[in-house]
């Protein structure tokens, strides 16, 4: 029931997806399973028109045509009959070309409307939420499973396909020769419970290759966060030999995945040889079908075995694909919709007079509490400085400040209202936020100044906050400028550089409070004297809150915060 229910609720997702293609394609499918046996079954007459037969009056299939057509007053002749035979398998080849598109074009935008839906939930989720999730495995949905996903959707479609060629070819056959016909579905049958077990051994073996591929990306993911330290150490064996392990690991899974799914073809398909060839043998000897409908009655046959092969196929990689479902499933049903999240007016609120905390308390799961009825009050147009030793909540209080951390008790209250749902999203439009490690895109240097700033910001309003922050020098030093194309940043500017650089990008959003986050803390004395300056000069029109543990900015502080 269990197994039901799931295959249900993987259907959900295909089914808020253009439903009508699917009946397009399903329609297509059927006629192209109706078709495909009727053009076989309609070469009885046309043996028989050739001689190819035993010179025995017509019977079967052939006299029902004979009738239909003397019935209309059409006489069969080879000429008739090939050119009918010729204008179905035209018009079931235009199907078949028209169906092969429309699936194509049906899974394409379903993996690329699927994979925008869940990227806008991970981008725009709770930081809470978002913070407790692997980034690799967000990774491995958007990038593998999610066109495993779409694979898995299209092995059910060609199996309802070959459910249908299978039922048209049995019964066409069934007309030819009932017997026979019931021989070769038994041994199908038969055949397909035999080799259940393939089916149990590929949803395990599939669960194997979705974690192998997930402990391949961490072991990539790793060596990039640590590319430096791998360098200076010279220890490129131990993450070249992590990979090699997820590597030879990720091998082995596809080839006992291969293995898995060929080892039952080749048994059906010899004992689909061995069947037909005593279905024929067992024919001919007894004489009890004429010869063209014998002939057409092997051709069905050997249309009708591979349809069980492919079945078995299909099942198997439906099987498969089952953890790739579950893990975009569970992605999908973790996430809230962004809709139901993002509330409230967008414009950017502007602080006025002061922020006030009152009576927060905050502790994360399974950890002390950090703030318990802890007060505090930051004026406007003022620089305030949190201090304290290490690990008794400084950035969690950025984090609270700028509504990335809920409090368990009390209230947040700007200018007299409270920050909630309502209130969040204007708030957020109004700040800017520096972390102590500064983060770019590979792109040119103007990109990576007006990528959140709202795209109206010009590159006189850019070189004057280059200038304000003494990083102005490290555009003329590129050739092309701010259209100058940089990557991997870190190793093209000094931490100092990159601070400044990130400080211009907040300074650019025009930010009403300002938030950093130990944001001097790579800069020389020198250097963060004259941040510290431009910070004082913009305190006017800016509120700053400043997370420090260095005491030599402590005189450039209005008031403190001492956690």
Same mark, same amino acid.
């Given at each position: 029931m269990q197994t039901y229910l799931f295959i249900g609720r993987t259907f959900r997702l295909l089914r808020e997806h253009q439903p009508w293609k699917l009946v397009v394609i399903f329609i297509l499918t059927l006629l192209l399973g109706v078709t495909s046996g009727f053009s076989i079954v309609l070469l009885i007459p046309l043996l028989q028109l050739l001689s190819i037969g035993t010179g025995e009056e017509p019977g079967g299939i052939a006299l029902f045509i004979q009738n239909l057509a003397d019935g209309a007053g059409i006489t069969l002749t080879i000429g008739s009959i090939l050119l009918v035979y010729m204008v179905l398998l035209t018009l079931s080849a235009l199907v078949q070309y028209r169906k092969s598109i429309l699936d194509a074009r049906y899974q394409q935008t379903f993996i690329y409307s699927l994979r925008r839906r869940l990227f806008r939930k991970i981008i725009m989720t709770d930081w809470q939420l978002l913070n407790s999730r692997s980034k690799t495995n967000h990774l491995q949905v958007l990038t593998k499973e999610v066109p495993n996903l779409a694979l898995y959707y299209y092995y059910y479609l060609r199996l309802l396909t070959t459910l249908i060629m299978t039922a048209a070819y049995t019964a066409y056959a069934l007309?030819?020769?009932?017997?026979?016909t019931l021989i070769i579905v038994a041994v199908g049958v038969l055949?397909?419970?035999?080799?259940?077990?393939?089916?149990?051994?590929?949803?395990?073996?599939?669960?194997?290759?979705? $974690?192998?591929? %997930?402990r391949l990306?961490?072991?990539?993911?790793?060596?990039?966060?640590?590319?430096?330290?791998?360098?200076?150490h010279s220890s490129e064996d131990y993450y070249y030999n992590r990979f090699d392990e997820a590597s030879t690991s990720l091998l082995d899974m596809e080839y006992r995945m291969q293995r898995n799914?060929?080892?039952p073809q080749l048994i059906q398909r010899l004992a689909g040889l061995l069947v037909l060839v005593g279905v024929v043998w067992f024919g001919y000897r007894s004489g009890a079908v004429p010869m063209a409908s014998f002939v057409i009655l092997i051709l069905l046959f050997s249309r009708i075995f591979p349809q069980f092969i492919?079945?078995? $196929?299909?099942? %198997?990689?439906?099987?498969s694909n089952v953890a790739s479902v579950r893990l975009v499933m569970q992605l999908d049903d973790d996430l809230p919709d962004p809709h139901e999240r993002v509330k409230g007016d967008h414009t950017a609120t502007a602080l006025q007079k002061e922020i006030r905390m009152e009576d927060v308390s905050f502790s994360?799961?399974?950890g002390e509490k950090l703030f318990d009825g802890f007060n505090a009050v930051i004026k406007a147009h003022s620089i305030t400085g949190i201090v304290g030793p290490s690990g008794r909540g400084k950035t969690t209080l950025i984090d609270l400040l700028a509504g990335l951390q809920k409090p368990g008790a009390g209230r947040i209250v700007i200018d007299g209202k409270v920050l909630d749902?309502?209130?969040?999203?204007?708030?957020?439009?109004g700040l800017g936020y520096l972390p102590q490690d500064p983060f770019f895109i590979d792109g040119t240097l103007r990109e990576n100044l007006v990528w959140d700033s709202g795209g109206d910001v010009t590159d006189d309003e850019i070189r004057d906050v280059l200038e304000q922050v003494n990083a102005m020098h490290l555009v003329r030093r590129f050739r092309k400028g701010l259209d100058a194309f940089i990557v991997n940043y870190p190793y093209s500017f000094s931490g100092g550089e990159c601070q400044r650089l990130a400080l211009a990008r907040v300074l650019l959003r025009r930010p009403s409070l300002l938030l950093l986050d130990e944001a001097t803390s790579s800069l020389d004395r020198e250097n963060e004297a004259v941040i510290m300056d431009v910070l004082s000069r913009l305190k006017e029109k800016v509120t700053i809150v400043f997370v420090t543990h260095r005491e030599s900015v402590s005189g450039w502080f209005d008031s403190t915060i001492t956690l």
């Amino acid at each position: 029931m269990q197994t039901y229910l799931f295959i249900g609720r993987t259907f959900r997702l295909l089914r808020e997806h253009q439903p009508w293609k699917l009946v397009v394609i399903f329609i297509l499918t059927l006629l192209l399973g109706v078709t495909s046996g009727f053009s076989i079954v309609l070469l009885i007459p046309l043996l028989q028109l050739l001689s190819i037969g035993t010179g025995e009056e017509p019977g079967g299939i052939a006299l029902f045509i004979q009738n239909l057509a003397d019935g209309a007053g059409i006489t069969l002749t080879i000429g008739s009959i090939l050119l009918v035979y010729m204008v179905l398998l035209t018009l079931s080849a235009l199907v078949q070309y028209r169906k092969s598109i429309l699936d194509a074009r049906y899974q394409q935008t379903f993996i690329y409307s699927l994979r925008r839906r869940l990227f806008r939930k991970i981008i725009m989720t709770d930081w809470q939420l978002l913070n407790s999730r692997s980034k690799t495995n967000h990774l491995q949905v958007l990038t593998k499973e999610v066109p495993n996903l779409a694979l898995y959707y299209y092995y059910y479609l060609r199996l309802l396909t070959t459910l249908i060629m299978t039922a048209a070819y049995t019964a066409y056959a069934l007309m030819v020769s009932a017997s026979f016909t019931l021989i070769i579905v038994a041994v199908g049958v038969l055949l397909f419970v035999f080799l259940r077990k393939f089916l149990f051994r590929a949803f395990h073996l599939g669960e194997g290759y979705v $974690t192998s591929y %997930n402990r391949l990306l961490k072991y990539i993911d790793d060596f990039w966060q640590t590319v430096k330290i791998a360098k200076v150490h010279s220890s490129e064996d131990y993450y070249y030999n992590r990979f090699d392990e997820a590597s030879t690991s990720l091998l082995d899974m596809e080839y006992r995945m291969q293995r898995n799914w060929s080892l039952p073809q080749l048994i059906q398909r010899l004992a689909g040889l061995l069947v037909l060839v005593g279905v024929v043998w067992f024919g001919y000897r007894s004489g009890a079908v004429p010869m063209a409908s014998f002939v057409i009655l092997i051709l069905l046959f050997s249309r009708i075995f591979p349809q069980f092969i492919a079945l078995n $196929t299909d099942i %198997n990689m439906i099987v498969s694909n089952v953890a790739s479902v579950r893990l975009v499933m569970q992605l999908d049903d973790d996430l809230p919709d962004p809709h139901e999240r993002v509330k409230g007016d967008h414009t950017a609120t502007a602080l006025q007079k002061e922020i006030r905390m009152e009576d927060v308390s905050f502790s994360y799961p399974d950890g002390e509490k950090l703030f318990d009825g802890f007060n505090a009050v930051i004026k406007a147009h003022s620089i305030t400085g949190i201090v304290g030793p290490s690990g008794r909540g400084k950035t969690t209080l950025i984090d609270l400040l700028a509504g990335l951390q809920k409090p368990g008790a009390g209230r947040i209250v700007i200018d007299g209202k409270v920050l909630d749902d309502d209130f969040l999203q204007g708030w957020k439009a109004g700040l800017g936020y520096l972390p102590q490690d500064p983060f770019f895109i590979d792109g040119t240097l103007r990109e990576n100044l007006v990528w959140d700033s709202g795209g109206d910001v010009t590159d006189d309003e850019i070189r004057d906050v280059l200038e304000q922050v003494n990083a102005m020098h490290l555009v003329r030093r590129f050739r092309k400028g701010l259209d100058a194309f940089i990557v991997n940043y870190p190793y093209s500017f000094s931490g100092g550089e990159c601070q400044r650089l990130a400080l211009a990008r907040v300074l650019l959003r025009r930010p009403s409070l300002l938030l950093l986050d130990e944001a001097t803390s790579s800069l020389d004395r020198e250097n963060e004297a004259v941040i510290m300056d431009v910070l004082s000069r913009l305190k006017e029109k800016v509120t700053i809150v400043f997370v420090t543990h260095r005491e030599s900015v402590s005189g450039w502080f209005d008031s403190t915060i001492t956690l």
